[in-house]
């Protein structure tokens, strides 16, 4: 198993930028496929951006391409989201997932096996 903690959530005015953090524990962090997710108060969880075993692939949700990017250090057991021109329509809990299957990065929050508890992210407008 793996434990995954989310930090660098916050209070942005729309236009503005932060860099969430997600630091894994446990199981060695490069054999899982990463993906950051999102939930706002009374919608489904939405996958945002994932990224591959080695960061050799990557792929993002088409509301946020050229916004948001996804990086991942394996030497620190650690997946980033780097946010930048935030809107009010990205406030939401984000959360990071782990998947330890081989194949492509997915979008369905089911078919990740571990969850962090998620960082709040507020953008004024």
């Known amino acids: 198993q793996v434990q995954l903690v989310e930090s660098g959530g916050g209070l942005v005015q729309a236009g503005g930028s932060l860099k969430l953090s997600c630091a894994a524990s446990g199981r060695t962090f490069s054999m899982y496929a990463m993906g950051w997710f999102r939930q706002a108060p009374g919608k489904e969880r939405e996958f945002v951006a994932g990224?591959?075993?080695?960061?050799?692939?990557?792929y993002y949700t088409d509301s946020v391409k050229g916004r948001f990017t996804i990086s991942r250090d394996n030497a620190k057991s650690t997946v980033y989201l780097q946010m930048s021109s935030l809107k009010p329509e990205d406030t939401a809990v984000y959360y990071c997932?782990?998947?330890?299957?081989?194949?492509?990065?997915?979008?369905?929050?089911?078919?990740?096996?571990?969850w962090g508890q998620g960082t709040q992210v507020t953008v004024s407008s």
């Open positions: 990224i591959s075993r080695s960061g050799g692939s990557i």
């Open positions: 997932a782990a998947d330890p299957r081989v194949g492509r990065i997915t979008i369905i929050p089911r078919e990740y096996d571990y």
